[in-house]
């Protein structure tokens, strides 16, 4: 890709900025900002000394026996212009020259996103790190509080989101300080937090040093500058036109019959609460309606179906959840283990797992996935989970890794016994409800977007990965794969780097030597958003939830978002789940959540029935609830 000619001094060395600026004095003269000024040198000073007060925030700490932190970043002495060049080179943003991944292994580089995270990072300088130097126990509680998904409980985990910028610097110095001096230098604490938090994924990129983590907390805390001028704004369309090509009723044709809903069937695998019942829709009648419950008055919607509670979890969820084939075991990020949990709803036990988020199941009810596992990224066998154990450290024999598959992965395996498959690229998190919600997530996806596909083979015992394949995907992201690992489905930028509707590829797959060759056309454009989506076994429906918006007043049965009536949704946010037809694009409400009520995170199982988690806001309890909505339309 060619370079603007205004920067080509900067381009001049490959070298840290001291370099960098040393090119030439064509190039643009501005002063340091909020950092040392107009420097025309790049000075880092990294230190772990206790005596030096860090940049994170002002003030001093206070109490008995003071003992200060480290820096918690440190100032740099450089020019705004090269600051953000040598910032933009770190994350690995491609077009001015960048070789790693270190963030575009997971997120698109854009306007919209860096403004996103320096948000992020000026509300976490000003709350959580306004007094880095936390000379006393107390104050090292306060400030991992502050982190916390929820601050006031300390059972509640430590999200990326609420550090920013500061997340990349989770194994540095300052960190390593506070965790050591709160819990003690054997403690595991730390190990975790960074498990967690820390950004970028150990297992897949070399985190900073010291010294480059401070360029770019430094670009962060001058707000941006020279940004609109290295990264270029993209045209992003604001309008969406409709288009289902014969391709999809083709495909959902053959799925009827030969998709892994009709494979699982004919392999008679027995699905979760469906003992003794005479149909599908039969299923789960042991467990209360949600309209029987005081607190589910209301919820169903949709004419004829009906919402079972299968579940009370008493902890908060945190990210992405899914479910086993046949809807036994469910599992998401957060829990008492305080790494991830998967809810045994046989048993009704709950099993600790030592990994942070991102749970998957092979469609074939064979094995599952995890992410930030020890390992990186684990696959253990489904049968583990029925074995009895009550926390799974993927060290077990019946586990593995494989540690080039990133974060937000989606599964899928072939028909017929071939290939199992996980794909991951440019995602936004989502883990709305702890606050009010009020949007859907933004796009925040550039028209370099990928997604990596990992096609992998069971030996009998393990599933080894074969050579990762990149399929482009402009200005889409949260991409998921359907059952049968023959459909891509993501959500695309639009105006604003808001969502501009779904875009639903055929992934074709030619063998070529240790891998694929693949290409993915595009097959169906559907012009709703919300959340990522969920494809059905059978591949003829996708679930999604829908933040409440104004838009949505009318629907939600009031005149408008001005009126009285509606403003308990527009201060405390809600959440309802929806079912996209493939075939039509029509879309249909399942759920009517009351205000503060968030229906989350909808995936199917095997036979139909949709699983969801529903979370209100102040409440520590949240809700495994089943819906026989699809079932009921076919």
Known sequence: MSKPVAWSALLCSSALCAAVVACGDDEPQTSG??????????????????????MGGQGGGGGEEP?????????????????????LLLMGYEPIGATNTTCTLCHSINRGLLESWRDLSDTAVATCFADPTVPTKAAIETALDCLRQKPNNPNSPIVSPKLGIYSAAAHLAWFDFVFERLYGADSTQHGDFIQAVAMPKQMMETPWTQDEFDIVAEWFARGLPFMEELVPDENLPTSCTPNITPAVADHVAAMSMNG???????????????????TTLDCLSTFPQAGTLPYGTGWEYMPGTKLRVLRTNNYSSSYWTRSSPDGRFVGHGGGASGGSTIVDLATNQEIGL????????????????????????????????????????????????????GLYQHVGATLGGGDYWAIDGSFVSDNGGFTPTQEQPNAFFNSGADVDITPMVYDGTSFNPKQMVSQPTPN?????????????????AGGGWNQNGFRLRQLVATPNGNSYTVIAPEIGRYCVNGGKPGISYDERWAVLHRYVEDADAVELGFSGPNDPGFQQYASQGAANIYLLDLLTGILRRVTHMKPGQYALYPHFRSDGWVYFMVRTLGSDQEHIVASDAALVLE
């Open 67 to 87: 003992v200060i932190a480290p820096p918690l970043r440190n100032p740099v002495d450089m020019r705004d212009d090269a600051l953000a060049y040598e910032s």
């Open 260 to 278: 892994w809903r009709a494979a699982n069937t004919d392999a008679g695998l027995l699905m979760f609460g469906c003992a003794g019942a005479a």
């Open 476 to 492: 889409e992201g949260d991409t998921i794969m359907s059952p049968s690992s023959l459909l891509l489905m993501g959500r695309v």
């Open 33 to 54: 900002g909020g950092g040392s000024g107009g420097a025309t040198t790049a000075t880092t000073t990294s230190s772990s000394s206790s005596t030096t007060s860090g």
């Open 354 to 405: 030592d990994a942070a988020y991102d749970p998957g199941f092979f469609p074939d009810n064979s094995a599952f996935m995890f992410q930030a596992t020890p390992s990186g990224t684990g696959i253990c066998k489904l049968s583990l989970l029925s074995s009895g154990t009550t926390y799974v450290a993927f060290n077990e024999p019946e586990c593995g890794s494989a540690s080039q598959i």
